[in-house]
């Protein structure tokens, strides 16, 4: 138990309830800020929780993912952006989350999806995963389509934030292809 959690309890409030939404956001589209919108809804608060991974050639940086983030949800308190590396479960306990929440769009992630979830249960019983349901609009969005679609110079427009695809159309043209 954390101390906040014990502060809280002390003061006979309940405990703040955190979640973390984990993910490699890169980038972050609508379909994410969908879910953290839904998901700051009904918790306290929600933790956006960007994975240190070692990916090849990824479009942003882990810091400029972070920051893209942080400036889309500026001014919302109960949104916090983060990025960490090693178990979920780890930094999740560090963070004091008692909820690890995922976005369902559809019946295709739901292998992965069960698996992660289980695997996560067995390292840490004490967290729960709870799935949310993006906007239907959103549900075929994917970052891996977007940086698809981006890099042979569709159009993204309306399936990331504007300073997302700012950013993407900024890197394009510091790249010298086309705009
Ligand atoms: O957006 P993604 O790539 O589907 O997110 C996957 C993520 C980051 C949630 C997952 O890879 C993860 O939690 N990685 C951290 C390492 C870990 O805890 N692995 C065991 C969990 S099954």
Redesign the pocket.
């Known amino acids: 138990m954390t101390k906040q959690v014990k502060e809280r309890e002390k003061a006979g409030r309940r405990p703040d309830r955190v979640a973390i939404y984990?993910?490699?956001?890169?980038p972050l589209t609508n379909g994410h800020v969908d879910i953290i919108t839904r998901g700051a809804a009904i918790f306290d608060r929600i933790i956006v929780?960007i994975?240190h991974?070692r990916e090849k050639g990824p479009l942003f940086t882990v810091q400029e993912r972070v920051d893209m983030a942080r400036e889309v949800f500026a001014g919302e308190q109960k949104v916090v952006v983060a990025s960490?590396?090693?178990?979920?479960?780890?930094?999740a306990r560090q963070q004091g989350a008692h909820v690890i929440v995922?976005g369902l769009r559809a019946i295709s992630d739901f292998e992965?999806e069960f698996?992660?979830?289980l695997?996560?249960r067995r390292?840490a019983p004490e967290f729960e995963t709870v799935f949310m349901m993006p906007a239907e609009s959103y549900t075929y969005i994917s970052?891996r389509l977007i940086r698809e679609v981006f890099a042979l110079g569709g159009p993204i427009a309306g399936l990331v934030p504007g300073i997302v695809e700012a950013r993407m159309r900024g890197s394009r043209r510091a790249h010298g292809s086309r705009a």
């Open positions: 984990p993910g490699s956001f890169d929780a994975l991974n960490f590396g090693g178990l979920l479960v780890d930094f995922r992965y698996q992660m979830a695997m996560n390292l970052s």
